[in-house]
């Protein structure tokens, strides 16, 4: 089974540009989750998604956000980018049946790298 | 609100010592641990996790932790390391029974197993 398969591994952008990063989940996964990875502030929740809807928001600007489609993959979009956006954009994904829960094993993805110049 | 606190950021052991990093949360109602490893150049994977039940819960590659609710500990070990346990780990918790993912993760441990 493919696993968490995130586009583009790379990324280059300059300040006040916008980005869309993507997401496949595991085949059959409903949920897709994002996190950015940095040295200072580690792992921090920006947002999941479940069938479609946006299920729980981290503490994270307005510039941040995200979608989910029919096909549970999903994208997240950061506008006006700024220096300390730049991160490890990590998705995540679960919920293979059912309502999904909170004791359901999140599958990561190997990450976008955002560097904003 | 929920954090996790991983006391330890950089640890270095050599092949064959044991192994144990703390873990502590702060949450006044039940949560669900997760400890997470990512081994360089590799996606961050789960190593165990804890809901409910026995509170020594075995992981992958000889993993194990002990969840202690009086101290809201989740603390990581293994007997004996090898140098290709060589990886960061993380802590993570989420609120039981929510509907939702969300994971709250500590900074990190960085363990590097020297031959």
């Known amino acids: 089974k493919a696993g968490v398969t995130q586009t583009p591994r790379y990324l280059i952008k300059t300040r006040g540009q916008q980005v869309t990063l993507s997401c496949s989940p595991i085949s059959g996964h409903r949920s897709v989750s994002w996190y950015q990875q940095t040295p200072g502030q580690g792992l921090q929740f920006l947002f999941e998604y479940f069938s479609e809807t946006q299920r729980n928001k981290g503490n994270f600007p307005g510039r941040f956000s995200g979608r989910q489609f029919s096909n549970s993959r999903s994208e997240m979009n950061v506008s006006t980018l700024e220096l300390g956006d730049s991160a490890l954009y990590l998705c995540?994904?679960?919920?293979?049946?059912?309502?999904?829960?909170?004791?359901?094993?999140?599958?990561f993805g190997p990450g976008t790298r955002l560097t904003v110049l | 609100a929920q954090s996790v606190s991983q006391h330890n950021h950089h640890v270095i052991l050599s092949e064959a010592a044991s192994l144990e990093l703390g873990c502590n949360y702060s949450y006044g109602g039940t949560v669900n641990l997760f400890w997470y490893v990512q081994y360089p150049g590799q996606h961050l994977q789960l190593l165990l996790k804890?809901?409910?039940?026995?509170?020594l819960v075995k992981g992958i590659k000889g993993f194990e932790a002990e969840f202690i609710k009086s101290k809201f500990s989740f603390n990581l070990r293994k007997p004996s390391v090898q140098w290709s346990d060589t990886a960061e780990y993380f802590c993570?918790?989420?609120?039981?029974?929510?509907?939702?993912?969300?994971?709250?993760f500590g900074t990190g441990t960085l363990l590097a197993v020297q031959p």
């Open positions: 995540a994904s679960s919920a293979p049946r059912g309502g999904g829960s909170s004791t359901d094993t999140q599958y």
């Open positions: 804890y809901f409910s039940g026995d509170p």
């Open positions: 993570a918790v989420n609120v039981r029974g929510g509907a939702t993912n969300k994971l709250i």
